[in-house]
Structure formats: C-alpha cells, structure tokens
C-alpha cells in the first residue's frame, strides 16, 4: 500500500489534486470540464477534499470517482478506515495546544421568551437591530465553511433558538450538510414553544436536543424565570421521548438556597426514561449577581447523591465531554456534572462559538471576539475570495485561543457578556484581556455608514500586522448608533430598555490669554456680574435643555444636575469645569453632562470676552458613566475634584 500510495501521490500532485484526495480514491478518474456555478473546493471530514495546483486552474473541474475496486470488503473497508483516520485535521481549527475544534456552537437569535435570574440581568437587555444580526445566508454559510474545515457537530442556541420565525426551515437547510460531513445537529433550548414545532426539526435533521429546566416547581420555575411555563416544558421532554431523540439531555443550573433540594427529583426524571440530567456548577456572567455563597460545587452535589445512591457508578467519558458522567444502577437514563467553575475541561476542549451578531468567540470565557459578519458584508465577502480570509482570520482566532481559561478567582470579577448576550450585544468598553490577535491589515473588511469591525485596531501600516485586542471596543460601540445602513438618521428606541439610575461626568477647561479676567473673576468685579455663579446656573439650564439642543436626544427626567466651577492661577490662569448628571431613566445622561459643561464655558467665555479675546475651550469630554447596560467607565488617570 505505500509504495502505490507514493507513486500515485507523485502523479496527481502534479496534476493539481491533494494527496489525501487521491489516497481516498482509486488510480483512475473522469474528468468533466465548465460545469456552471464554479469549482467545488472542500475539506469536509465525510468527503473527499480536492485542493487546486496554482501552477493551473482546474476552477471549472469536478471530479467523479469511478467504481469501486473488486477488493476484498474487509480489506477495502480497513484501508479505508486508516486512510480517514490519518487524514490531517483542518490546520484552521486547531490551536497552538493541538486541540481541534469540530464542534461548533451557533447563536440563531438573541431573544428568549423567559428571564432566568442567572442568564438575563433584572434591567433586562438591550437588543440588537434586526440588521446587525447574521441573517439566515450568513448563518448557512459560516455552518457550511465550518464543516468544509471538519466540524462534525453543530449545535444552536440563542436566546431561546424557538423563537427565531424560520427555526424549522434554517434546522432543514442545515441538516443538508450531512452530505458533506456534518454528522450531528443539536439544540439548546428552555422548551417552552418546542413541542408543536419538534416533529418538523426532527424531521428536518435534529439529531440531538439539550433542554434548560431548573426547577419541577411550578411556583418556583416562575420565580427563577419570571414567566408561567413547567408543563410546556414537561411536554417537550415527552414529546422528544416519544420521537426517540437520542441524547436527549435536561440541563439544570443548582444553586444554593434556590433549588439544591430538588436534586433527588432530577434523578427521579432518570429511573424510568432514557434521560441525561445535568448539574451545572452556577457560573458568573454580567448581570447575574453571581456570589460564591449561591454556588453548589460539584463535590458537594456528588456527596449529597452518594447519600441517598452510595452504589452511584462513575461512567466512561467521551474524551470531548464537559460533563462527568454517572449512572444509578437499575435507572435508564445518567447524571452528570458540569464543573466549569471547579474542575475545568479545557484540556479538551474542541468548542467554538458564533454568537448571534456574527463574532467569533474561542472561549465562554474570554472577552476577545472577531466580526465574521462584517468581513462578509463586505465587498465580494461571501465568495471564494472572501472565504479565504474568513478561513485566515478564523485561523488566527483559534490560535490566539489560551491553554485554559482563568481561575475562579478571576471570574467571579471578570467582565463577560450577559449569558442570554454570548447570543448579543457586547459592552461598549471592557477591560483588556490578555488575548491578542494578530491580524493583517489587508484582511480588514472596508467600513460602511452603520457597519464596524470588532477587536481590530485601524492603526499601523498597510500589510503589516495589526495587533487587536478586546480592549478595543467591540462592534456594537463603534456602530454609529443614530445612523441606518442607508445613512438615515433616526432616534435610537429605548421603549424596551429597563429603568436604571445612570450617572455620567464631564469637564471643560477655559484657558485665559492673560491675566486680567481671573483677577476679575477673583474679586467678583466683572460689569456683567458674578461669572462663577451666573455659568453655574447657565450649565443647569443647558443640561434641562439638551433634547432642545441635540436633534436625537430622548427627553429624559433628570434627578440631579450639579455644576462645579474652580479657579486656576497657573500662567495666565483657567477655569476648570466639572459636572455630574444623574437620572432614573431608560438611556444615559453623557450628552446633559456635556450639554452642562459646554453651556457653563460658553457663558464664562461670554462674560469674559471683553477683556481677553484669545480665551480657548479646550478639553470638553465625559470622563465617567455610571450604569447602563454598556457598563461603568472611567477615563483612565482622570481625578475627580470637587468646588472648594
């Protein structure tokens, strides 16, 4: 077998088809030329990958295996077997530690029709624009990219995945991806809309289903989800039983003083049904109110079981699990443990995620994210051309993945999107994480009137590496938020944002040409009269009037506006300007702050004209925010001051 594997890689290798190709089929082949719709190039895992020779274009070629060769069957099929095993893994997908990802996770939507008190913060969410989420052909084809590369498994979440319109429709397209590889399609869902639409997803290529449910307590599921829903639930775990959907999984999220006494419940689902509960160690993301006192380790829910089930049987593992498995003896159905925050799998970890704006994320857990959706909006994005810097950038992602991700130390006060958002929006600033990508600048996709790039830096050279970090703010801060795709401007709507207090601070600096007008300022003997007062009084009036001023300002009840002025003797002296803006409101109150702090300068510069011509307003910016679903922010080295 090697010495014909070597004579006929020599051959095809120059005639421009991939050694591993010619390996999976036999010597000779047919040939057909200018097939319409272009070439076929793929690196699915289930079928033959044939790669161009770029000595000559074999663009319009597709080849057609010729019949099998009389071999013996055992002998054919154990080839067979060794030459698919020793295929090499898509270089694309496997990171610096070797791990190669063939499981890819796809939010289809960021919205859900429950609140889960872990996944959704109690201000609710800010939702994304219908047009920066990834539309059904951007979905299938980053599915079908990913399974070219070998992604075997694809799993969508959201959101609540069930709420998406063309659910049933998108599961039926992607389920024709099994011809090229794909040999599982999974969902993640709360159930609660699931059981009339099942039939047809099944039918259309789900294979697998993974539901959420943390409670069998009606009163309590709807203290913890804050909707009304356990027997919708309960009738989608039936109805996938009675369609024979294997693995079916309940996911249960325990936390202390919350539902850890309804652990031996959950294992009663599993005596009599092909079922696998899952235990999931309570994880912190933004928003959640996350305290390590609400947190049931994996040991100790496996104490509290052994109680009741002393002869509980530890079983096999798959070697790409995140759960620990187990079994009661006698039961049907399994238990197991998902322990990211004690016992992390990372080791093996084989997972990627796009969330539903179209990013990257190579861990749950780190902030770095890369838009696939604006390289494919861009110009020639989702043709050959554009696949191959997908491919590039992908490639370069998965290798920026880290060995692990941090300690529980560090993520009880790390930074992370809302869980209902890994489907989202991001945080408009976020600390920098220790992730960097180095992508090539001539990868960049070109910026259009209400599109951006997230985690790239627009400086450095042409062909040169740009370095991106998540430090940069993510694509949903660098949207220009007033503006359409088209360039029409709008109002931003807030109708569904919660009620918060959000407070935000600026400054403004007025630098005098000479020394006259603080020695005015000082005595109190400018003609026009007291300058500090009267500007103090004119930036609470500017704030009140910011909707008036600024086209596209909500009006907002502002609860607190606070001026504060101060004197500088340095050269030839200033006048330093601080406000501070809070409301109880659905937006923020950057623009009031800065409405305030220009309104007070303007007016110092009003009074003072008369006797300093050269003053400059310099420096006007907000400095701080406070609340929001963007997060806090403070500019970095900035000192709060207060009037003496």
Request: some cysteine; aromatic content about 6%; proline content about 6%.
């Amino acid at each position: 077998m090697s010495a014909l594997s070597t004579a006929v890689g020599r051959a095809l290798t120059g005639r421009g088809i991939h050694i591993q190709a010619a390996l999976q089929r036999p010597t000779s082949y047919t040939t057909i030329h200018k097939i319409p719709g272009g070439s076929i190039v793929s690196n699915a895992v289930a079928a033959p990958a044939y790669i161009q020779n770029t000595d000559r274009s074999f663009e319009n070629d597709i080849f057609v295996p010729p019949t099998r060769p009389n071999l013996p069957a055992t002998k054919f099929s154990d080839r067979m077997a060794a030459i698919k095993e020793a295929k090499p893994f898509s270089e694309f997908l496997t990171d610096n530690f070797n791990r190669q990802h063939n499981y890819l996770r796809i939010s289809v939507t960021e919205r859900c029709n429950l609140r889960c008190l872990y996944c959704m913060p109690e201000e609710g969410i800010d939702l994304s624009p219908p047009s920066h989420l990834l539309t059904t052909e951007e979905i299938l084809h980053l599915a079908k990219l990913f399974v070219s590369q070998g992604v075997t498994k694809i799993r969508l979440t959201g959101g609540e995945p069930t709420v998406r319109k063309d659910i049933v429709d998108l599961i039926a397209e992607l389920g024709k991806l099994k011809a090229i590889g794909l040999k599982e399609l999974a969902m993640t869902t709360n159930g609660i809309s699931l059981a009339r639409k099942l039939p047809q997803m099944v039918e259309g290529g789900l294979t697998a289903l993974n539901l959420s449910l943390d409670t069998l307590d009606e009163f309590k599921f709807q203290f913890m989800t804050r909707r009304k829903g356990l027997s919708n639930v309960l009738k989608s775990i039936d109805t996938a039983l009675s369609l024979n959907i294997q693995p079916l999984k309940v996911n249960c999220v325990v936390m202390n003083k919350v539902n850890v006494d309804e652990i031996p419940s959950f294992l009663a689902m599993t005596k009599d049904r092909p079922i696998e509960v899952r235990f999931i160690e309570y994880m912190p993301f933004t928003g959640n109110k996350w305290e390590s006192g609400k947190m049931i380790t994996y040991q100790a829910m496996l104490d509290q079981i052994r109680q009741s089930h002393p002869d509980l049987q530890k079983v096999q593992d798959h070697k790409n699990d995140t759960s620990k498995t187990y079994q009661i003896p006698g039961y049907k159905g399994k238990l197991g443990f998902i322990t990211s925050m004690t016992h992390n799998f990372c080791g093996t970890c084989n997972r990627l995620r796009i969330t539903s704006d179209g990013n990257i994320k190579v861990c749950l857990f780190d902030n770095a994210e890369v838009s696939l959706r604006d390289m494919m909006r861009a110009e020639g994005g989702m043709g050959p051309e554009g696949e191959k810097k997908l491919l590039e950038v992908i490639g370069v992602a998965v290798k920026g993945k880290k060995e692990k991700h941090v300690g529980l130390g560090e993520l009880e006060s790390m930074p992370n999107r809302p869980m209902i958002l890994i489907a989202g929006n991001g945080y408009r600033r976020r600390p920098p994480s220790k992730t960097t990508y180095n992508i090539p600048l001539h990868l960049l996709p070109p910026l259009h009137i209400g599109q951006s790039v997230r985690a790239y830096s627009t400086s450095g050279k042409p062909d040169r590496p740009v370095t991106a970090t998540d430090s940069q703010e993510p694509v949903s801060a660098q949207k220009l938020t007033h503006v359409l795709p088209s360039g029409a401007a709008h109002m931003v709507p807030i109708h569904e944002k919660a009620v918060t207090t959000r407070t935000a601070k600026a400054i403004s600096t007025i630098k005098f040409s000479n020394p006259d007008a603080v020695k005015l300022i000082r005595s109190n003997s400018n003609k026009k009269g007291d300058v500090l007062s009267i500007s103090r009084i004119a930036g609470i009036m500017a704030a009140k009037k910011t909707p008036e001023i600024i086209p596209l300002c909500h009006p907002i009840s502002i609860s607190k506006v606070q001026v504060n002025l101060r004197v500088v003797d340095d050269g030839n002296g200033a006048i330093e300007i601080l406000t501070i803006v809070t409301c109880d409101g659905k937006t923020g109150v950057e623009m009031e702050a800065l409405a305030a702090a220009t309104g007070a300068a303007l007016t110092v510069y009003d009074m003072c004209k008369a006797v300093d011509k050269g003053m400059v307003i310099d420096g006007t910016r907000v400095v701080e925010k406070v609340g929001g679903q963007s997060g806090d922010w403070r500019e970095e080295g900035w000192v709060e001051w207060s009037e003496s």
